[in-house]
């Protein structure tokens, strides 16, 4: 099995296991709340497309002990349940995806309102997808000033345009079962041909490097705002996103050990 499927099915079960409040809602208890910590390491993680934010937050979820919260993973969960089991907000949030349409701000923060209980866990966190714009961020640093808790950092992962560019546009996915390869990095056993089931690899439109410059551009529009303000506050902290998916997350923890004095757990 490759590196990159382990990653996916421990993080599978780390979501069976460590993560109900965050898929459930307001309705289910978080049984990290019962987990102490004397300085919980509470972060956002930022980053283009491709620089591997959510292997990141895997593995800075193993190594911080801190709750990995994915709003990816919230809405591929959703699309799984029936609508009787969803919130309000995710069933709006449902609605505007099944049209096609981007999830509007309101209905996004709606969605992690209602998860207030892992944000305020005494675990911590590794907030991953969230925020994306300038107002999700201001209201999130109101969320936490009001249950009186601090973020710890935000961790911006960097990686030249070129590199993105490469890494996303080598990428071949299974028309199958949704396996990724890559042609160079992760490349399968036969050429074209899924390791797994035998089906057809392909490459998506927006993995195609005309798509991913737009993609870039609108990230770097958006995010820009984001940056400034974190900034501001004092609690960027770069991270350049080359090297192995370990040597970066030993660079994210040496980073955040320097900035914090915080030693991390062992």
């Known amino acids: 099995m490759a590196a990159s499927e382990k990653l996916q099915d421990q993080s599978t079960k780390q979501t069976k296991d460590e993560r109900g409040t965050w898929f459930q809602g307001a309705s289910s208890e978080c049984t990290d709340a019962l987990r102490p910590s004397v ?44 609508e009787c089991e969803l919130s309000p907000a995710m069933k709006s949030a449902m609605d505007h995806m099944r049209r096609g349409e981007l999830v509007p701000d309101a209905t996004v923060w709606e969605m992690v309102r209602e998860r207030a209980a892992c944000i305020r866990c005494s675990g911590g966190f590794v907030l991953d997808g969230f925020p994306r714009t300038l107002g999700q961020a201001e209201s999130l640093k109101e969320l936490m000033a009001s249950e009186e808790i601090r973020l710890t950092a935000v961790v911006n992962y960097e990686l030249p345009l070129a590199e993105i560019v490469a890494r996303l546009s080598g990428r071949r996915t299974c028309e199958k079962c949704k396996a990724v390869f890559h042609i160079t990095g992760q490349p399968p056993k036969v050429e074209g041909v899924c390791d797994r089931c035998g089906g057809k690899l392909f490459q998506r439109e927006d993995d195609r490097p005309e798509s991913i410059k737009v993609r870039m551009a609108a990230y770097e529009s958006s995010t820009a705002p984001l940056i400034k303000f974190y900034q501001s506050l004092g609690l960027l902290l770069s991270v350049a996103a080359t090297g192995t998916p370990d040597e970066i997350c030993a660079h994210t923890i040496s980073a955040l050990v320097a900035r914090t004095g915080v030693a991390a757990p062992v």
């Open 39 to 82: 300085a919980p390491w509470r972060l956002v993680l930022l980053g283009a497309p491709g620089v591997g934010k959510g292997t990141q937050a895997y593995l800075l979820n193993q190594r911080l002990k801190a709750c990995h919260l994915s709003t990816g993973d919230l809405f591929r969960a959703a699309s799984k349940q029936s």
